[in-house]
C-alpha cells in the first residue's frame, strides 16, 4: 500500500509504541521468560471459566446494558460495603468498563478540558499523560523517588493551583509497589476540601497488598469519595487481563459526565462476561485471599534473588518487584532490559519510562504473577549475572 503523502498532525508528537508491547516482542524473539509485561501465566480459577461458559450456553451473548448489568453493579456494591464501608448505589454510581485503562481514559476525557492541570506522580503508568494531552489538558509531573517513592506533599501543596482540575492517584503503585497510607490519604483530603478538584483514583491492584497493610482506598473517606472517581480491575483480580474488563464508582454528578464519554468508547461491554463475574463475586474469599496468594509469590522469588548482584526495592503491593542493578552495570535502563534480554533470557522494563523526563535510576522492574517453576527458572538466570 502506497503511504499518505499528505500533511499530517500528530496529536501525540512525543508518543512511542509501549514499552510493553516492545518488551514482550523482545522476550517472544529471543524466547526469554517474560516478567516484563504484567500478566500472570496460570490459568484463571476452574470455576470462574465453568460459569463464564454456562452464560455463554444460556445465551447471554447480546448488548448489555451501556451502564453494565445490574447484577453484577449490585454485587460490586455489596463487594465494596465489605471492603471499604462504603454504601454505594450499584444504579447511578457504578459504572463496568472494557478494562481499567478505558475507565481511566473516559474519565479524563469526560472531566478535562483545554487549559486544565493534572497533578501525576511519575513514575506513572504510561497511559495518563497521553490521555490528559489528547484532551487538551497539561499534566503537572511529581517525582517520587528511589528508594522509598513516597509522595512529597509540600511538593504537592506548592502545585496546586486555580488550573489544577485532577490530581491523579495510583495505589498500590505501578511500577514501584509503593502503597500510600491513611497519612497520604488525609493530605490529599486536606489539599483538595473545598476546591474544585477531582481525584482519580487508579485501585486496580487493591488486593494484591502485602505484610499485613491495609488498601487506603478513596471510597473509605467520604470528603474524597465525593470527589473521586476510582478505578478497578477484575483483570488483575482474577487471573484475567486478556478479558479487559474493569469497573468505575463515582458520585452521581460525576458518574453523569462519565457515561457520556463511556457510551460513545465502547457502548457496552462483554455480556456474558459480565454475568459470570456477577455470580463469581458472590463469594468474598475469591478475592480476599488475594494478598496471601501474591505474597507468597513475592518471597518466593526475593528468596531466589538473594544470592544475585541485584538490589531489591521492598514491594508492599502489585504484582511487580523492582532491583536496582549498579552492581552489574551503568547502562541506561532500557538499554539494560534489552541486554537482559538477548544475553541473559530473562525480560523486565525499564523504570525511566514512566518518567517525562527519563529520570536515570537504575532501576527495573519484574513482575513475580508468574508460575514458581517460571520464577525459579528467572532467579536462576539472573543470579548467573
Not at 45 to 74: C, F, T
Not at 155 to 169: A, C
Not at 240 to 247: E, F, I, L, N, S
Not at 301 to 317: C, I, L, N, Y
Request: charged letters at 20%; aromatic letters at 10%.
Amino acid at each position: 500500500m502506497e503511504d499518505f503523502q499528505g500533511n499530517l498532525h500528530s496529536k501525540l508528537p512525543r508518543a512511542n509504541t509501549t514499552i510493553f508491547t516492545v518488551m514482550s516482542a523482545l522476550s517472544a524473539e529471543n524466547q526469554a521468560i517474560n516478567l516484563s509485561q504484567g500478566f500472570p501465566d496460570f490459568g484463571i480459577d476452574p470455576e470462574l471459566g465453568e460459569i463464564l461458559r454456562r452464560k455463554v450456553a444460556e445465551g447471554r451473548n447480546q448488548y448489555a446494558p451501556m451502564q453494565g448489568l445490574l447484577e453484577l453493579r449490585e454485587a460490586l456494591s455489596r463487594k465494596i460495603m465489605i471492603t471499604s464501608g462504603m454504601e454505594v448505589d450499584p444504579v447511578d454510581e457504578i459504572n463496568i468498563t472494557a478494562g481499567a485503562t478505558q475507565g481511566i481514559y473516559a474519565a479524563i476525557t469526560a472531566l478535562i478540558s483545554e487549559g486544565d492541570e493534572v497533578v501525576v506522580f511519575a513514575p506513572a503508568y504510561d497511559c495518563y499523560t497521553p490521555a490528559i494531552e489528547l484532551n487538551g489538558g497539561k499534566a503537572i509531573q511529581i517525582e517520587l523517588r528511589y528508594p522509598d517513592y513516597q509522595i512529597p506533599w509540600t511538593e504537592v501543596k506548592k502545585v496546586v493551583n486555580h488550573h489544577t482540575r485532577m490530581i491523579i492517584i495510583n495505589s498500590p503503585h505501578n511500577p514501584t509497589g509503593m502503597v500510600m497510607s491513611a497519612d497520604d490519604l488525609k493530605q490529599l483530603e486536606n489539599i483538595t476540601k473545598g476546591s474544585d478538584i477531582i481525584v482519580l483514583s487508579d485501585e486496580v491492584y487493591e488486593h494484591i497488598i502485602f505484610d499485613g497493610q491495609e488498601h487506603q482506598s478513596v471510597l473509605k473517606y467520604p470528603e474524597l469519595a465525593s470527589r473521586s472517581v476510582a478505578v478497578f480491575s477484575f483483570g488483575k483480580t482474577f487471573h484475567c487481563t486478556g478479558w479487559k474488563m474493569g469497573y468505575v464508582v463515582a458520585p452521581k454528578r460525576l458518574m453523569k459526565e462519565f457515561r457520556k464519554v463511556h457510551q460513545y468508547e465502547v457502548f457496552a461491554c462483554n455480556h456474558p462476561m459480565q454475568a459470570a463475574l456477577a455470580e463469581y463475586l458472590a463469594y468474598e474469599q475469591r478475592y480476599l485471599a488475594l494478598p496471601h496468594f501474591y505474597q507468597q509469590k513475592r518471597d518466593f522469588f526475593q528468596a531466589r534473588m538473594e544470592e544475585s548482584r541485584f538490589e531489591a526495592v521492598p514491594s508492599h503491593g502489585t504484582y511487580f518487584q523492582l532491583y536496582r542493578y549498579t552492581k552489574i552495570s551503568r547502562k541506561h535502563d532500557l538499554e539494560f532490559a534489552k541486554w537482559l534480554t538477548t544475553e541473559h533470557g530473562v525480560s523486565a522494563i525499564p523504570i525511566s519510562v514512566f518518567y517525562n523526563n527519563n529520570v536515570q535510576e537504575y532501576v527495573v522492574r519484574f513482575c513475580f504473577a508468574k508460575q514458581e517453576a517460571t520464577l525459579e527458572l528467572a532467579a536462576q538466570a539472573l543470579c548467573r549475572i
